[in-house]
């Protein structure tokens, strides 16, 4: 019963944005609908968990896409990329066990190559999940990858394209799927799973000429920016509490290209769960152990106010008393709503152990060199 409602509910959920997204647009010329088949199976990281693996995977994604033709040079500076809605469905090894994974998630795809019948491209997506098997101490214990059934789902595919008609195009290529709650449940292992894939794509009007615009000469610039976030996280010790968690950064980022932007900052990190997790009864907890402070590094990859950051950085002064971590790594999906104000959804991790994510808002300014 349970799989048939989420089943029903996702479907509909999709159609749903499906028929939003065609009713918005003016026309349907540069749509297209997609369809693809996958067949793969979920990464073996842990000894326990490989134990119950013990089929195949395969699922299907049928998408709508839409086609950029370069209305502005920003579309044409990265080839002219493609963005999409994707409804995804995936059986996970054990269905008794692990159940099935229905995603839905959009995304955006870039072209290594493009020639006129011949594409190489890649594509990133971000977006939610929903397992219809988690973990629970008393019906389904072994399930000890993921502890609730709403997820984040990412999304990374390397494809070719063949344009088989002015209408058709077979794709082909390899996915990796991740999903995980972010820390907001425990457990919290996540699954991977790499598929290869194939399907068609049909064009429901003929592609509109690509546009061509005269680039200005690209002037570099100085940034600055204060940013606060606020987020949450879980202990690891199958807690149902949420413990706050909070963060002021001080950025500079260089503008060395339109695409490109690398930097550095200040950061300081509020975490409630500190005393929690060194101990309740512990004697040598501080509540200043609750803050941390540290530097960062930063690349950022631009496309006109979106963007999307790595940070790589390391505690200094207040240090990490829990998991005693020299180095911390922040993954940024950034929107800058106008010409001083900006918003952000972030992942912190210690390298590949998450940590919470957040969600944030800041003041920022540019100066020309």
């Known amino acids: 019963m349970g799989f048939r409602f989420s089943k029903i509910f996702f479907v509909s959920f999709f159609l749903t944005a499906f028929n939003g997204v065609i009713a918005q647009s003016k026309s349907i010329e540069n749509l297209s609908i997609r369809l693809d088949g996958h067949y793969g199976f979920v990464l073996p990281e842990y000894s326990n968990f490989n134990l119950l693996i013990n089929k195949p995977s395969s699922g299907f994604e049928f998408s709508l896409e839409k086609k950029t033709t370069g209305k502005t040079f920003w579309e044409q500076i990265y080839k002219y990329p493609e963005f999409g809605l994707s409804f995804f469905f995936i059986t996970l090894g054990n269905k008794d066990v692990l159940g099935n994974e229905f995603a839905l998630y959009p995304y955006v795809k870039t072209f290594l190559i493009r020639k006129k019948r011949f594409q190489i491209s890649n594509q990133f997506g971000l977006g939610v999940g929903y397992a219809t098997k988690r973990f629970d101490l008393e019906t389904n214990y072994q399930q000890i990858a993921i502890g609730s059934k709403l997820n984040v789902h990412f999304n990374y595919k390397l494809s070719t394209q063949f344009k088989l008609s002015n209408r058709f195009t077979m794709n082909a290529g390899i996915s990796f799927s991740h999903f995980s709650n972010a820390n907001m449940s425990e457990p919290n292992l996540g699954i991977n799973i790499v598929t290869g894939f194939t399907g068609l794509n049909y064009a429901l009007h003929n592609l509109k000429e690509f546009t061509s615009h005269e ?138 152990i998450l940590d919470y994510p957040e969600l944030g808002f800041g003041y920022y300014f540019i100066k020309k060199k």
């Open 215 to 352: 680039l200005v000469q690209h002037q570099t610039k100085h940034e600055f920016a204060l940013i606060y976030a606020a987020g949450g996280k879980h202990t690891r010790a199958l807690q149902s509490n949420v413990y706050f968690t909070s963060s002021l950064s001080a950025e500079y980022k260089y503008h060395w290209k339109r695409k490109f932007h690398f930097g550095g900052g200040l950061d300081l990190f509020y975490d409630s769960s500190t005393k929690i997790e060194m101990g309740p009864d512990n004697p040598d907890y501080k509540s200043i152990y609750d803050f941390r402070t540290g530097i960062h590094l930063s690349q950022e990859i631009v496309y006109d106010r979106f963007s999307f950051i790595l940070q790589e950085g390391f505690y200094i002064g207040l240090v990490d008393r829990v998991d005693k971590s020299i180095m911390y790594n922040r993954a940024i999906l950034r929107w800058k709503l106008n010409d001083r104000f900006l918003i952000s959804a972030s992942m912190k991790s210690h390298l590949h």
